[in-house]
């Protein structure tokens, strides 16, 4: 059943459609997260592990809501991208990262990854998304997310936070055809998820490639690229998309993905992004999230002028280059979002 | 001693210098290679191991010399670009493909590596260099060339041909000290190595980033752009000089390395690339090698119009985007340099 919406065109929306705005709407990667002192105290509470939180509806809501408080113009679900690869066979545990028991590193390990149902394997993500809707009731746009498969498949080789991928690019490189057969399962599996957690409610869905800046040109054509296409080109009719790329190393790509956003990097021009798109692309960032973890609260508030001055807040999503830092003072982030909500755009 | 140019202005450093042109000059990276029977016939001769022939400036001289016959506008040195790594330490082998005994794994290999000293452990291509001039007698100018750094610590790390470059860019990353300080010593000797180079009498020098395409962007700002930086603000004053990315994947980046010309890939724009260098930046570039390898004269001579449709014909370097590959019929290597020097350039 598909939700109602009761308010029909929050910011959010109206900015990725290119719509006139009074303002451009802001949100921030990570903005349910360690710098915020009420996340910290949260958890402390309840004294659970991420593995656990990510599986409670309950917990998981709460936290997404946190940063409702703060004056932000869209919720991302509470979750983490590695989540759906349990189903399938890879069960992350936290210390305090993620690491797998038995990285994948053969065909034999692509062969036995299981097929990921997310109504019937995922369900407590469905219930998740349907009580933050019913506790929003339209005051606030909804977005969920999923890992993009390239993401996914390096966790998976590196059998921790990738790093430098060096495993994962020699397998991709070397056994190309195995690492294709493990991105067509990846692939179908995000398609499938995103396509659950729109029809479960969810405004908005971001794609993310958390890896985006290490991979090779050559690897990035072979297989993100395709895997991105294939992706934004089998959502559900008319969803919202955001396709993040972290330090967006060939936004050029990112043109032809499919999404309706790029959610680029520090040094990827946003004006340029916005012509090159011609009206069809809407932008997201880019304020360098080093500035918020180390600057002044008036330096975050300039850079946001700054970012919005160079795009004049139309058809643009304020947020970062990539997630907050968790040691990013809480000040900061409140500059951030009342210099957003306070710039003026040309008239 | 300098040597004396009995031609001044040839139609390669015109180009160069931007000057106008009455055609866009051409030669082919790998013109004196394996696709020219005429160098396999001389390798079966004089039946020499290509580590041989590359340190006898006799016949490296006669290499050299033989694409002169179909019409290029320019003659490169016969040499590798490893060669200057054997005073170094490192002496490879070639089997066919180049192969190292002791691959450099860790800071002590780095430690290892002794300071080439170009005119004594080099003379025999300064030799090389200056019986070319003899022999060309200013009819073509003479390019010289060095691998470029990071090409030539993927070679060192991997022992071999570079691959995916899994573990240099695993060193790279995790030991970004003890890379930096390989890098520092590769850049010191490449420039000596092309000053060489130049005080022997090459007209021109080619930096080869032959591993380009592979590097991802945050190494990529690291260390290779910082050593295209030092390397091109280091060379003799007024050297015209070449930089040539594999794939070109920085297109952007490449215009601030301080090079006179860029040799890209085929997806980068000529005409754009012409336009951002705004009258600074000549370009070199950039036919799709396989079509060479796999078409017809006709679609190799088509080509090369569109390529040279492109930019007008000015500022413009008719080449590859890389190296000539063996199999390519040799008949198509003549329709190229024909349908270049034949072209119509606009009035």
Redesign the interface.
Known sequence: MAPQRSTPDPLLLRAIRHEPVERAPVWLMRQAGRCDPAYRSYRDQVGLSLHALFRSPEHAVALSLLPRRIGVDAIIMYQDILTPLEPMGADFQFSPGPVLDEPLRDAAGVMRLKTCDPPRHLAFIGEEIRALRRELDGSLPLIGFAGAPFTLAAFLIEGASP?????T??F???HGQVFGDLMERLTRMTVDYLNYQAQCGVDVVQLFESVG??????LYERFVQPSHERIFGALRDGLPSILFVK?S??PELMLDSGAAVLSVGKDTSLRELLERGAGRIAVQGNVDNRLLAQGKPEQVAAAVRACLAETGGQGHILNLNHGLLPETPFHNVLAFVQAARTARLPA
């Open positions: 790093g430098a991928m060096a495993r690019l020699a991709a490189t070397e800046e290490g991979i090779p040109r050559p330090g190393p060939f």
